[in-house]
């Protein structure tokens, strides 16, 4: 059992590295625009919330490359690792398109969120400039899965890693205006994430059709890089309901941050803050449920279903000490992770008490992110979308919205609400993969 917990981790590892990396450009745009004033850091929130939730699904999408990746891989089969990766390119090519088109011109819709209006004024050009870095960032996101899937998981990591210095001096130079260019505060933290995003998609792209490693796929090109609707209608049986499972847990805490808005700037700022901490530890979590979907894909694919139950049972476990880890974390360094993002006395206060709430679901948001990424690796994903839908949106929301206004709880009752939530998820979710493998109910597609 330590040895599959092993190799799960080591393939985790450098996706864990580069989702960390990825969620660190977010961290330090808002550490560096909160450093000029709360509102433009709730402007960033603002976006960030609005954006989360056609953006996660758009991730979702991208997801269906590297399981179907990863089960022809399985197979050994070259050929069909090849045609799925264009197939999925063009698939998450269009989503792309159509998602930052939706962001870029439904931008107006800040207005009609109840939120303070100098805000709403700092969010809307920022807002466009995000909505644009969709398109690369999904781009990048389809090539990782394609190299991630063939359990080739470094590559990404090293682009990821170098593109967070580049963001940093990007923002530097056109958040404060340095090395003789125009002060743009928060748009500049807009542009500099558009030009590092497009930046890591091309030298991934080059990496791919370049390198020796992934030879082999590119060579088939004439064969099987070809559209057929089949293949599309394959990937969409797993990209659509792991979006849905993923756009509901995302658009929980989107939502969440608009209501919390409306209580005021400084709600809105504390809520960012300790969001983006929780964020940021989910990213591991996130990481290794994807290296578990893999190996369970894999396993899919050559039909070895004790392997699976194996892999499951020992990935479980690892996110179940590492949710009791980030908890401990939080826990005690609650004073001190507000202060790297803002200095408001206000912001600093209701953050620290955010961070409490974070502290108790850490657990419960990595075993539901594995329980989910376990059972898509088995193509078990529609009734897995109804249990997120009936844990957050039913159950999750309602709980929190109640809390926060009928009981005056305000950011505190909405941040139990998604406690709640997230705890329901976890239980089910993991259940049900537990009783598919115990029983055998897997079978082939």
């Not at 969620?23 to 960033?44: E, F, T």
């Not at 398109?97 to 800040?110: D, T, Y």
């Not at 303070?116 to 700092?122: G, H, R």
């Amino acid at each position: 059992m330590r040895s599959e917990a092993t190799k799960t981790i080591r393939l985790a590892l450098p996706i864990i590295i580069g989702e960390l990396a990825q969620m660190s450009l977010h961290l330090i745009d808002a550490a560096m625009v909160g450093a000029i004033s709360y509102k433009q850091l709730a402007a960033a929130a603002l976006v960030l919330n609005t954006l989360n939730i056609p953006f996660v699904f758009g991730i979702g999408i991208t997801i269906s490359v590297s399981q179907m990746v990863s089960m022809a891989h399985g197979r050994r089969d070259g050929q069909l690792v090849s045609h799925y990766f264009f197939n999925g390119f063009c698939l998450c090519a269009l989503s792309a398109i159509l998602i930052s088109l939706l962001l870029v011109f439904g931008r107006n819709i800040l207005y009609h969120l109840g939120q303070d209006p100098e805000v709403v004024v700092l969010a809307l050009p920022f807002m466009k400039l995000m909505g644009l870095s969709i398109i690369p960032m999904l781009l990048f996101m389809t090539l990782k899965q394609f190299t991630d899937g063939l359990e080739f998981t470094r590559t990404a990591m090293m682009l990821s890693l170098i593109g967070l210095p580049i963001n940093i001096f990007l923002n530097w130079v056109l958040i404060y205006g340095n090395l003789g260019f125009p002060r743009l505060e928060l748009l500049g933290a807009g542009w500099a994430t558009l030009i590092t995003r497009s930046l890591i998609f091309i030298i991934l792209g080059l990496v791919i059709l370049k390198h020796s490693t992934f030879k082999r796929y590119v060579m088939v090109a004439k064969s099987q890089w070809k559209i057929r609707p089949q293949t599309l209608k394959e990937l969409l049986h797993i990209g659509i309901p792991s979006s849905l499972q993923m756009g509901m847990e995302a658009g929980a805490f989107a939502v969440s941050g608009i209501i919390i808005g409306t209580l005021g700037a400084v709600s809105q700022a504390s809520h960012q803050i300790a969001l983006s901490c929780a964020s940021f530890t989910f990213m591991a979590s996130m990481g290794l449920a994807q290296a578990g979907s893999i190996r369970v894909s894999n396993a899919f694919g050559r039909m070895d279903f004790k392997m699976i139950s194996k892999i499951g049972n020992t990935t479980l476990i690892t996110a179940l000490f590492y949710g009791i880890f980030c908890a401990i974390a939080f826990t005690v360094f609650r004073f001190q992770l507000p202060e790297f993002f803002n200095t408001n006395k206000d912001v600093l206060e209701l953050a620290s008490t955010l961070l409490l709430f974070a502290a108790v679901f850490q657990i419960s948001d990595s075993t539901q992110a594995i329980g989910a990424g376990l059972l898509r690796g088995i193509k078990d994903v529609k009734v897995p979308t109804i249990l997120v839908a009936i844990s957050y949106w039913v159950i999750g929301l309602p709980v929190g919205y109640v809390l926060a206004f009928q009981f005056k709880m305000g950011a505190s009752g909405m941040w139990l609400g998604l406690i709640t939530g997230l705890t329901l998820a976890s239980v089910f979710l993991v259940i049900r993969f537990l009783k598919m493998s115990k029983r055998n109910l897997i079978a082939p597609k």
